[in-house]
């Protein structure tokens, strides 16, 4: 479980569990996670809900990968099927049921999650390498910038820790990943100036309190 944080208050949690499976009569690995964000937005109360559910092929490749978006009432499900040189997917948008299919590129592979990519390879400090992500929202991919940046100190609840960290970069946001020597992950600075850090399955179910702090977006984002 990771909590997501925004100027101090919780306003949310990531968690994912991965295990070994078979996928069409094959060996696969199956990854489930899911997004809760509760926040505010121009003030009224914002809850989005992500879902997915990705089964890769012996060589890491995904395979199958089928998401569900949920948010101010509306819910959008998405299931795509990889092939060899094209992505099939089958959307359902509140009912509304459309097809699409994607070529794969060429000048980079598709993957689950594009940090657990780049430490899946040997590189040096100030390497780069680039990945395309499928986005649930946009029923498209995107293209990730993944650089392997060097050691730093950072404060971690209060102490100052070495960390590696490794930096993501996609056309609408940036974010800077540390890990510790032996890989864990410690910490992530988001976009809109929001933080993840792991917690507890308790801290992460724990419902805000009534009076608990809303920080609203719109407001935190504004020029």
């Known amino acids: 479980y990771l909590g997501i944080f925004l100027q101090g208050s919780k306003i949310g949690y990531t968690v994912s569990s991965s295990a070994d499976t078979e996928f069409e009569g094959k060996s696969a690995k199956r990854t489930d996670g899911a997004t809760i964000i509760d ?29 569900s978006v949920e948010s101010a009432g509306r819910v959008q499900k998405m299931d795509a099927t990889f092939h060899a040189d094209k992505i099939e997917l089958e959307i359902d948008n509140n009912g509304a049921k459309t097809s699409k299919t994607i070529d794969l590129p060429k000048d980079a592979p598709v993957v689950d999650d594009a940090v657990g990519a780049l430490l899946s390879e040997t590189v040096s400090p100030g390497t780069a390498r680039y990945y395309y ?14 650089r392997k940046g060097g050691r730093a100190k950072i404060d971690v609840k209060g102490t100052m820790t070495d960390v590696d960290v490794i930096e993501v970069s996609e056309p609408r946001a940036t974010m800077k ?16 100036g929001m933080e993840m850090r792991p917690i507890s399955e308790a801290e992460a179910l724990a419902e805000a309190g009534v009076d608990a702090p809303r920080p609203d977006l719109a407001e935190v984002n504004a020029i």
């Open 39 to 67: 926040a505010g937005l121009l003030g009224a109360a914002m809850k989005t809900t992500i879902k997915s559910t990705t089964w890769q092929g012996a060589d890491g490749k995904p395979v199958r990968m089928e998401f």
């Open 133 to 146: 992500v499928l986005d649930p929202m946009t029923a498209g991919l995107v293209k990730n910038e993944v």
């Open 177 to 192: 990943v540390y890990l510790s020597a032996k890989g864990d992950l410690l910490k992530v600075d988001g976009p809109m």
